[in-house]
């Protein structure tokens, strides 16, 4: 009865590598999100779908590529990793866009060796 | 784009002590949340105030939105150590919303 999962836990891979993370929540919410947590806790918001539409896209790098393939699933894929790629990915949901309450997956720590 | 501030960036108290930690935006705002944050874990949403209250209780929290100075305030009363975490506060303008940089707060027994 997750609400919002991730796969992997995870993830460990050299550099150079293409990973994906997947991101479904079961709450039946319209919007879905993609953080990037670093090591000083400092979330910062990468992506943002309401209804498989991309309503956010923060400055990040073109190598990140969210896809989300219906409302209820936002994948994030990740070409030629690098060092600074490091870093707990968190995806999240809310019922509506932007002032709404998120629920927050258990999130994906991504090492690049 | 990270617009909010949280102060102290970490606190340590005492088991049965009460802690504050505060949030400073820079916009005017629809409403303000917190969240906490277990270590290894996602964000858990605790408490919503809206621009137009005050001050909101829920069980041992205690928030305080003050619009005049843009900042908001989040009290745990009767600390306990399972309160250790971090808490963010996260301001809300429209569909623009913006996590602060959030306050450690780590409870002795």
């Known amino acids: 009865d997750t609400a919002v999962s991730q796969t992997p836990k995870y993830l460990v891979t050299q550099m150079g590598n293409d990973k994906s993370i997947k991101c479904e929540q079961n709450?039946?919410?319209?919007?879905m999100y993609w953080y990037k947590q670093d090591s000083k806790k400092f979330l910062k918001i990468m992506f943002s779908?309401?209804?498989?539409?991309?309503?956010i896209n923060e400055t990040v790098p073109n190598r990140f590529s969210p896809k989300s393939p219906d409302k209820a699933h936002l994948n994030l894929h990740i070409n030629s990793l690098e060092l600074g790629d490091s870093a707990v990915y968190f995806c999240?949901?809310?019922?509506?866009?932007?002032?709404?309450?998120?629920?927050f997956g258990p999130g994906t720590r991504l090492t690049v060796l | 784009s990270q617009q909010g501030e949280e102060d102290p960036q970490a606190l340590s108290i005492q088991e049965g002590e009460n802690a504050t930690m505060n949030c400073s935006y820079k916009?005017?705002?629809?409403?303000l949340q917190w969240y906490r944050q277990n270590s290894g874990r996602g964000l858990v949403h605790l408490i919503l105030?809206?621009?137009?209250?005050r001050e909101k209780h829920s069980g041992r929290l205690r928030v305080t939105l003050d619009t005049s100075k843009k900042s908001s305030s989040l009290l745990i009363t009767a600390s306990r150590a399972a309160d250790t975490a971090s808490y963010f506060c996260?301001?809300?303008?429209?569909?623009?919303?913006?996590f602060g940089t959030g306050t450690s707060l780590t409870v002795i027994p």
């Open positions: 916009t005017s705002i629809n409403n």
């Open positions: 996260k301001s809300n303008t429209g569909n623009q919303f913006y």
């Open positions: 709450l039946g919410h319209d919007t």
């Open positions: 779908y309401n209804n498989k539409e991309l309503i």
């Open positions: 999240a949901s809310s019922l509506y866009p932007g002032t709404d309450e998120q629920f």
């Open positions: 105030i809206r621009s137009n209250e």
